[in-house]
């Protein structure tokens, strides 16, 4: 099992977990925390990749909003709205 797979699980274990006065669900993590989950020094665009895929493959997104990430279930965008050609006509 890898860093990548071994953080990855450990994040989703947390998002079913209650803390932070919510029983479960999306939250965010300091990138300080997740280097210290993947024992790394620094994070690079490699390690960020490398963990944003082991989330994907059980279902879960990482976003990286600079200087900490949040972590959320895929599932959470499947009813967004679309963008289709007919929306692109109604921008200038």
Known sequence: MTDF???ANALVELYGMEFGGKPSGRYRIP???LRDMLKRRRL???DIAGLT???FEQGY???DMEGF????SANAFVNYRR???EALTLID
Not at 69 to 72: K, L, P, R, S, T
């Open 83 to 85: 963008v289709g050609k």
């Open 61 to 63: 997104v990482l976003i």
């Open 53 to 55: 895929r082991a989330l």
């Open 44 to 46: 690079y665009a490699d």
């Open 5 to 7: 797979d071994r953080t």
């Open 31 to 33: 990138m300080k925390v």
């Open 69 to 72: 990430f949040v972590v959320m």
